[in-house]
Each structure stands twice: as C-alpha cells, then as structure tokens.
C-alpha cells in the first residue's frame, strides 16, 4: 500500500527560527512528490520535485529531494507568523491519472 | 484563466440525509478530478478521481458515489449521510501534476 508519512506532526516555534520538515514515502512507481501549505481552506502549491529537479528554493523556503532515502524535507529559514499552517507532503502513486497520496501534514505555528 | 468552484463552503445535515457537492471547472477541457476528504488527524485522502465524462474510479469503500454527468463537472453524492461522512471535503483538477488545483473545499457536519 503506498504510504506518505510526515514529521512532525506538530511544530511550535519563535518568529525567526528555521524549521525543517520531513516526509518519507513508500509507493510504487514514483513520478514526483510534492509539497502543499494549507491556511484556513484549500492547499496552494509550493514545489514539486522530480528525479531531474531535486532542489527547489523560493525565498525562506526550499525543499530537498532524496531518491535515495525515499525522503524529503522543507525548510523554512527566518519564519514569520504568516508561515504558520498545516505543511502537506504528497507524491504520485502511479502513472496515468495523476493520484497523489497525501501524508497527514506538518501543523507549523510561528509565535511572535 | 483556470478556475474551480466548489459549494457549498459549509453544510450541517442530520444522520440518513442526502448530500450532493458539486463541483466545476473553467477554463480548459479534460481535466482529471477529484474528490479528497480531509478528516481531522488523517491527512488528505483521496476518495474518486475520474478521467472523463462518466468515468469514475473508487480508491476506498464508502458511503459515497461521485459522478461526472459533464467534461468540467464533478459531483459528490450519498443516499444517507453517516456521521462517519463528516469532513472537510475537496475537490481538485488536475492536466499534469503542476496544474493540480484545488477548490475551496466543503466542511460537511453530520449531527
């Protein structure tokens, strides 16, 4: 059965920290995996990585791939208040309709 | 510009009722939809997906059905709602993984 599994499940820290979370994976047929932050509703999407893009960077934050260990991880440098939400890690299952299995998401709260 | 609608925001309905969440798509054709359901504690867990007109697929068992009557529609139904059912429920399209969007989601409360 294809598995995303995030860490940790809950975060607290002071503006201006970095934080780092991680997501590991199981799934058959890997394609790409990507990363999601949740506010109040809908995720928006913040990267995607692929075996031909495994670093991405925009602004504070960047996520790193690894083909490897079958893991990922964001970084979040210099946090603000307005980064605090629910972090999404997910990654395509299998080919064709474009599934992706999400994990139970990193809840990051920023405090002043 | 691509959008997506989805309604209603919020839905409170007793035990053994029905439900209907539509959902719709502007702006291209063919897209993939789906249903996710986002149960607190559980991550994100996709629920239908269908990849054209009529064509839907299940990915677990469950009290719902979905439908797609239209290339841009997408439609979410039970014949009786469980309390099981309550959630926060969202539809999403996608034509490759970076056009995958999501709507702004349903919050369903089953009493």
């Known amino acids: 059965e294809d598995k995303v599994v995030q860490s940790p499940l809950s975060l607290v820290v002071h503006e201006g920290d970095t934080v780092t979370l991680n997501c590991s994976y199981e799934?058959?047929?890997?394609?790409?995996l990507l990363w999601y932050k949740q506010e109040k509703k809908a995720p928006t999407f913040l990267f995607m990585l692929t075996s031909s893009g495994i670093e991405k960077k925009s602004g504070r934050l960047s996520s790193i791939l690894d083909k490897k260990e079958l893991s990922s991880i964001l970084n979040i440098t210099a946090t603000q208040t307005g980064d605090s939400a629910i972090y999404l890690c997910a990654v395509e299952a299998k080919g064709g309709s474009e599934k992706l299995v999400f994990g139970k998401g990193t809840k990051l709260t920023v405090n002043p | 510009s691509q959008t997506i609608h989805q309604w209603p925001a919020t839905l409170v309905q007793p035990v053994g009722s029905p439900l209907s969440l539509e959902c719709t798509v502007e702006g291209t054709s063919n897209p993939n939809l789906y249903w996710y359901r986002q149960a607190a504690g559980r991550g994100l867990q996709l629920l239908f997906y269908?990849?054209?007109?009529?064509?839907i697929s299940s990915e677990v068992p469950q009290n719902l059905s979905a439908s797609r009557p239209q290339d841009r529609q997408f439609i979410l139904s039970s014949k009786k709602l469980l309390l099981s059912d309550s959630g926060f429920y969202l539809c999403?399209?996608?034509?490759?993984?970076?056009?995958?969007?999501f709507g702004s989601g349903t919050r369903l409360t089953v009493v």
């Open positions: 999403a399209w996608s034509l490759g993984l970076w056009g995958y969007t």
């Open positions: 269908s990849v054209g007109i009529g064509q």
């Open positions: 799934v058959t047929n890997f394609r790409s």
